[in-house]
């Protein structure tokens, strides 16, 4: 258990809706991350953060804004969610440790339904 | 850039048969490289990670990986499975840009044990 916490965890929402997932850790992690799962392509980064306010883009982020004002805390933001948003979003966190590089440990889920 | 390819999106298996799940990477760099597994409606649980100290690598669940780089190869395997073993699995190789270390996923294998 990595201590990681998403909520909601089940939601559906309306074209058009902002959307905030919320992504909480209780281990202090420097490194955390947001990816979405869709069938057949995967698990693919939408953004991460390496720290408070430091933040990046990953792969798929259009469509997408996030926030850490602290570091227990990374939230992911659908401004405006279309139908294409409907996925099954996690969090990760990344630890690190000397000679073994980092591993990344995933939360539970937030399952997205825009309609 | 690095990338991951899993051969199959589908493995089914019988009850005691050996499991092999395929996964080839591409790094520019010395791999870490990693095995997740996903079990209906649930996050990824780390099932065993490569980080350069052995070439084969013991996992939970009695899963094994064997690092071949000449093949650029990070197969999964099982010497016997079991119904539980059903569930998808994800290869994933860790990729460094800027400094912020995040995984790049495979596609996925759904593996289908029969009794």
């Known amino acids: 258990d990595a201590g990681i916490t998403q909520s909601p965890r089940h939601k559906v929402t309306e074209t058009g809706t902002p959307v905030t997932l919320r992504c909480h850790q209780t281990e202090n992690h420097r490194y955390m991350y947001w990816y979405r799962q869709d069938p057949g392509h995967g698990l693919r980064l939408i953004h991460y953060s390496y720290g408070v306010k430091d933040t990046d883009k990953g792969e798929v982020s259009d469509g997408y804004s996030v926030s850490r004002s602290k570091t227990e805390d990374f939230l992911l933001t659908l401004e405006s969610a279309t139908s294409s948003q409907t996925s099954v979003y996690f969090c990760a966190i990344s630890t690190r440790t000397p000679n073994s590089g980092n591993t990344i440990y995933f939360g539970e889920g937030s399952w997205l339904t825009v309609v | 850039a690095q990338s991951v390819t899993q051969l199959g999106s589908h493995v089914s298996v019988s009850e005691g048969a050996l499991v092999l799940l395929r996964c080839n990477y591409s790094s520019s760099v010395p791999p870490y490289l990693f095995w997740y597994v996903q079990y209906p409606n649930q996050g990824l649980q780390l099932l065993l990670k490569y980080t350069s100290a052995a070439t084969l690598v013991k996992g939970i669940n009695g899963f094994e990986a064997e690092f071949k780089k000449s093949e650029t190869s990070f197969h999964l395997t099982k010497p016997s499975a079991h119904m539980s073993d059903a569930a998808e699995y994800f290869c994933?190789?860790?990729?460094?840009?800027?400094?912020?270390?995040?995984?790049?996923f495979g596609k996925g294998t759904k593996l289908t044990v029969n009794p």
């Open positions: 994933a190789v860790s990729a460094t840009q800027g400094g912020s270390e995040k995984l790049v």
